[in-house]
């Protein structure tokens, strides 16, 4: 059974769930113009260095199928707002640091294990 917690991509992109936000994020450990972190090698057990930042705006409330005809009449109804998730991870371990905006903020957990068949939202 595979234990990994990574899913290498191309390009030198490590892709794993993030237990907070519910949603992947990607980190480059190969030279490349831009952004490229240290990492141990273990597909299981991680180390990425320096702290991982990931940030993003989004509607507010979320638009959906029920609420869309609404936004389209009212768009100023429709705030946006910044999501920040800001981590360590370390042996395989995920520490949220206190500025993330999740539920996870300030603690530390372990990465999920990657399933292919998970449900991308």
Known sequence: MNKNVLDPVTGGGMLFRCPGCDEAHIVYVEPRDGPVWGFNGDLQRPTFTPSILVTWEYGYPPV????????????????????????????????????????????????????RSWDWK
């Open 64 to 115: 959906t199928a029920k609420n869309f005809s609404e936004y389209q009449r009212s768009p100023w109804e429709h705030e946006t707002r910044k999501a920040v998730c800001h981590s360590f991870v370390t042996d395989g371990q995920i520490q949220f640091l206190g500025d993330c905006t999740h539920a996870l903020a300030g603690k530390t957990v372990p990465l999920p294990v990657w399933d």
